[in-house]
């Protein structure tokens, strides 16, 4: 079994950045794919980023490409959460999850993860 810790949330005016950490403990890291899904007050939980177990493959959401940037230290055992160019719409309660398998689908949806962290509130401002 995998926990998942998340940290580095916070409030951050509009226009800037923050970065998202996650700290996984239990199964062999390297083994297996990762993500992040956020959501946000009074809609579904959304899929944000995803990657394979080395990194190689990253997959995002159309609404954070080009903002957002996944990554991961498998010698941490830490996958990393990198978010620019900040919107309001971006504001939301950020999960990072873990797979049983070390690759990720094209289009990652919830049912694709088996482990969850707790959740981190990230809120920008204007």
């Known amino acids: 079994q995998v926990q998942l810790v998340e940290s580095g949330g916070g409030v951050v005016q509009a226009g800037g950045s923050l970065r998202l950490s996650c700290s996984a403990f239990g199964r062999r890291f390297s083994d297996y794919g990762m993500g992040w899904f956020r959501q946000a007050p009074g809609k579904e939980r959304e899929f944000v980023a995803a990657?394979?177990?080395?990194?190689?493959?990253?997959y995002y959401a159309d609404a954070v490409k080009g903002r957002f940037t996944i990554s991961r230290d498998n010698a941490k055992a830490m996958v990393y959460l990198q978010m620019n160019t900040l919107k309001l719409d971006d504001t939301a309660i950020y999960y990072c999850a873990s797979r049983p398998v070390g690759y990720v689908p094209t289009r990652p949806q919830s049912i694709d993860f088996d482990a969850w962290g707790q959740g981190i509130q990230v809120t920008v401002s204007s």
């Open positions: 990657l394979n177990w080395n990194g190689h493959n990253t």
